[in-house]
């Protein structure tokens, strides 16, 4: 159940209606494929070793705490992280739009540019990434040993970028007829956000405080 609260996290964080956005517009630029590539590789750089620390934190945290923690310790946290994604879901429909706001981008970015902003705007985005920081507490629960929660942010990363591969595939198999697809892939995400992602929330949301009770019994 922590690895379907887990994955379940990972795929609501990858409904980022700004990285999706930003990445259809590149795919419409005249270098689509080099930057489309670059963008993913950007965000994954930053957002693997942001895992990385987050998991390194709880899992120290829970080394110094654990012994001296009652049982119901950890079903608490897990209330609380469902009640985290609960309360992100009633926020994004208060406010839709996404995370992170509008960022002007150039039909002449350079690779180096496009590797910056990706880093850029991933590192801007992070620390709004409430479902990551849920999963985080997760992952100490889900493997034993530094290289077993490692792969688990790797796993969470490849989720969270699968929508730009997708993007990036599509624009390889139907070449320049799918820039008005890509268009229309911008507004969609849009509505995502506001009435898709919330629902998704609140069901893992449940989902976390559901597995957080039933350590509490």
Known sequence: ??????????????????????????????????????????????????????????????????????????????????????????WSWVKPGGRGGAMPLSDRLTLPATAAFAVASTLADAPTAVPYFAAATLAPLLAEGRVGEYLWVVVYCLIYVAPLVLLLAMRVWFGGRAERSLGRVRTAVDWSFRYLLPPVLIVVGFWLGYVGVLRLM
């Open 1 to 90: 159940m922590t690895e379907l609260s887990f994955l379940g996290l990972a795929m609501a964080d990858s409904l980022n209606p700004f990285s999706i956005a930003a990445m259809a517009y590149l795919l419409t630029t005249d270098r689509p494929m080099a930057r489309g590539t670059v963008f993913i590789l950007g965000t994954l750089v930053v957002y693997i070793p942001f895992g990385i620390m987050l998991v390194e934190g709880w899992t120290a945290v829970l080394a110094a705490l654990v012994p001296l923690l009652p049982v119901w310790a950890v079903g608490t946290a897990l209330v609380v992280a469902g009640l985290c994604c609960v309360g992100f879901a009633l």
